[in-house]
């Protein structure tokens, strides 16, 4: 009896990944604080979402920061968007800051939140189009553990 309550538990689940096409990531750099997450193809994230998207042939997954019609200033190294401190870039990085600017339509503002995680903070990484976003992303296996 307990084998088949595992059997159908386990079908069931194998039935609701294949239906509703999620899949699993593994993270590999500590820019956010999961090493796994699943990966929910069907569902749009939103402000404040983990995200999953291409960038130079890499499944990255960052944090949706700011949308179309945010702004974006930086201020001592400081990032604030919409007034709001919301991170600081690398102290003599190597990188040069975006530029101060209210986010276009079509693009979001991602970002990690390691202290070293390179995003939209930086000018050559930039802002990411909407529709190279390839859904939502859940963590459930934190770095630390």
């Not at 130079?56 to 960052?62: A, C, E, F, P, R």
Request: aromatic share 12%; proline share 5%; net charge positive.
């Amino acid at each position: 009896m307990y084998r088949f309550i595992i059997a159908s538990i386990l079908l069931v689940i194998l039935f609701f990944l294949l239906h509703v096409n999620v899949r699993i990531i593994r993270i590999k750099t500590a820019s956010v604080p999961y090493k796994y997450c699943l990966h929910l193809l069907k569902t749009p994230p939103k402000k404040g979402d983990l995200c999953v998207f291409k960038k130079n042939g890499m499944t990255i997954v960052k944090y949706i920061a700011a949308k179309e019609g945010d702004s974006v200033k930086i201020i001592r190294n400081s990032v604030f968007i919409n007034g709001k401190e919301i991170c600081k870039l690398k102290p003599n990085g190597k990188f040069s800051p975006i530029m101060d600017q209210i986010i276009p339509a079509g693009y979001v503002f991602v970002m990690g939140t390691h202290p070293d995680s390179f995003d939209s903070r930086y000018e050559w990484f930039g802002l990411v189009k909407k529709e190279d976003i390839q859904g939502k992303a859940i963590g459930f296996w934190r770095q630390d553990h």
